[in-house]
């Protein structure tokens, strides 16, 4: 951190307690502080690095001698340009201003990981440094914006988005395996589903085309039939080989997610990631694999409850719970909403469901066939 002008006074605290001119503290609660003349105009120039803190001095000199004004208006300038990627008709001040905060809110994340030279922390503890010209990336909250933000950041940039689907090969490269919901160089594993094989793929189908491609594939095919061992305890799809004996994630320990065990909520994410895997494999002319996991994506229909009409958690027997076990297939959701997410084959699920939601009685209702879609 460098100031416009010199400091009179300096120290820390730890606590309630502060040391006037002490250089150094280091507990939980402790800081520290520096004074200026009062009523002085003061210009406060920062910056960080993962990798070092000659890394944190070179990024601030990267940014150059300019003044506060100046880099307030290069940056007014840089967001103008990005917004303007769209634009919209109307008048209304308020639409205009919640459709244009909305879209700045969807270039927020993720963040550049890389030093201004291009170097970076990997995600097997050592200094990579990305290709010139290119971004390494951090903080994926795949979960959350595989459906929509990956979609809309490829179409409007597919430059940066094709630098996001890179990281993350990067990161798979230097780790074993893709990392669900990545912070920083490590892989949290949030939540249900392998979300970061959706998020690649729509990134790639909106317009993201310069990212290594194949090796991106290889490595969601390996997570998903070999589990995706990464570092530090981290799998992919925990209880793969239970779920491809089976045909889907019965309600068992091997399943338990953030909210609880969800072996169904599970089966019916990754046949919507096992589906993206077809196409991508498709478009990358592997039809083989294309048609392997265009036969996966359907494990959701082994989940359908003939006697209730919905699609229900299934026990390691094969049997449906009843009762209030009979309603979990998600933590995030309820049963009603939860039976529509295969997005990946309406049509089938509509020839599923819809004699089950006829007035025909329990016992007419059509039996499972299965994972083969209908």
């Known amino acids: 951190m460098k100031f416009?002008?010199?400091?009179?006074?300096?120290?820390?605290?730890?606590?309630?307690?502060?040391?006037?001119?002490?250089?150094?503290?280091?507990s939980i609660d402790s800081g520290g502080y520096v004074e200026f003349p009062a009523g002085s105009v003061l210009e406060a120039r920062t910056a960080i690095s993962y990798v070092s803190v000659d890394g944190a001095r070179a990024n601030l000199a990267a940014e150059g001698g300019r003044s506060f004004d100046e880099v307030r208006a290069a940056a007014l300038a840089q967001w103008n340009a990005a917004l303007a990627r769209i634009t919209v008709a109307g008048t209304d001040s308020g639409d205009l201003q919640t459709f244009y905060t909305s879209l700045y809110r969807t270039l927020l994340h993720p963040n550049t990981f890389n030093d201004a030279d291009g170097r970076y922390i990997g995600f097997d503890g050592n200094i990579h440094t990305v290709a010139q010209g290119h971004t390494q990336y951090a903080?994926?909250?795949?979960?959350?914006?595989?459906?929509?933000?990956?979609?809309?950041?490829?179409?409007?940039?597919?430059?940066?988005?094709?630098?996001?689907?890179?990281?993350?090969?990067?990161?798979?490269?230097?780790s074993?395996?893709?990392?669900?919901?990545?912070?920083?160089?490590?892989?949290?594993?949030?939540?249900?589903?392998?979300?970061?094989?959706p998020l690649i793929v729509n990134l790639y189908t909106f317009g993201a085309r310069d990212f290594d491609v194949k090796t991106a594939l290889r490595y969601m095919v390996s997570g998903a039939t070999q589990g995706g061992v990464g570092r530090g305890g981290y799998v992919e799809r925990p209880g793969i080989t239970t779920y491809l004996e089976r045909g889907y994630a019965p309600q068992t320990n091997e399943f338990r997610a953030d909210h609880n065990i969800v072996g169904a909520s599970i089966t019916l994410e990754w046949s919507v990631d096992d589906f993206t895997i077809s196409r991508f494999a498709d478009a990358l002319g592997d039809t083989v694999t294309a048609a392997e996991f265009q036969n996966r994506a359907q494990y959701w229909q082994n989940l359908f409850n003939p006697a209730t009409g919905y699609l229900s958690p299934r026990n390691a027997?094969?049997?449906?719970?009843?009762?209030?076990?009979?309603?979990?297939?998600?933590?995030?959701?309820?049963?009603?909403?939860?039976t529509r997410a295969t997005p990946s084959n309406t049509c089938g699920w509509c020839r599923r469901m819809s004699p089950?939601?006829?007035?025909?009685?329990?016992?007419?209702?059509?039996?499972?066939?299965?994972?083969?879609?209908?």
Do not use: K
């Not at 990956?150 to 490269?173: H, T, Y």
């Not at 049997?319 to 076990?325: I, K, L, V, Y």
């Not at 025909?360 to 066939?369: G, I, V, Y």
């Open 4 to 26: 416009s002008r010199p400091f009179t006074s300096y120290g820390t605290w730890d606590g309630d307690a502060v040391y006037p001119g002490a250089g150094d503290a280091d």
């Open 139 to 174: 903080n994926f909250s795949d979960w959350d914006t595989y459906r929509c933000l990956a979609a809309l950041q490829a179409l409007l940039f597919p430059a940066q988005a094709s630098d996001m689907a890179q990281s993350l090969v990067n990161d798979a490269e230097q």
């Open 176 to 197: 074993g395996s893709l990392p669900r919901w990545a912070l920083a160089n490590s892989a949290t594993g949030e939540m249900t589903g392998d979300n970061v094989v």
């Open 317 to 338: 027997d094969g049997a449906f719970p009843s009762g209030p076990a009979s309603w979990r297939l998600s933590g995030a959701s309820a049963r009603t909403d939860t």
């Open 356 to 374: 089950a939601w006829s007035p025909l009685s329990a016992a007419a209702r059509p039996r499972p066939t299965g994972s083969t879609a209908s």
